[in-house]
Nanobody, 125 residues
Framework: QVQLVESGGGLVQAGGSLRLSCAASGRTFSRAAMGWFRQAPGKEREFVGAISWGGSSTYYADSVKGRFSISRDNAKSTVYLEMNSLKPEDTAVYYC??????????????????WGQGTQVTVSS
């Protein structure tokens, strides 16, 4: 069993930055591919970024490529999402997700085992 708790969301002006954290409990974190997703009001949940269990591979949605960066610290059982050059269209609830023993491809396909509760990010224009 893995529990995920996101933090770091908030209100920021366009062009600003935020760093989200996702703290995981459970022994399987280091072998889990991790991902970030977001859901804006009235829209479906969408993939933002994914990272392999060892941290060597990362993938991003085209909409955030070059602005967002995902990383992980397996010693701290935490995955991060660094968000720069934020735009109003980045406003959404951001969710962390985990796939036990899985791959980034599975995470990108929203084939995950666990979800966090989400953290709100609001970007003002």
């Amino acid at each position: 069993q893995v529990q995920l708790v996101e933090s770091g969301g908030g209100l920021v002006q366009a062009g600003g930055s935020l760093r989200l954290s996702c703290a995981a409990s459970g022994r399987t974190f280091s072998r889990a591919a991790m991902g970030w997703f977001r859901q804006a009001p009235g829209k479906e949940r969408e993939f933002v970024g994914a990272i392999s269990w060892g941290g060597s591979s990362t993938y991003y949605a085209d909409s955030v490529k070059g602005r967002f960066s995902i990383s992980r610290d397996n010693a701290k059982s935490t995955v991060y999402l660094e968000m720069n050059s934020l735009k109003p269209e980045d406003t959404a609830v951001y969710y962390c997700a985990a796939k036990r023993g899985g791959t980034t491809v599975q995470v990108m396909g929203i084939d995950v085992d666990y979800w966090g509760q989400g953290t709100q990010v609001t970007v003002s224009s």
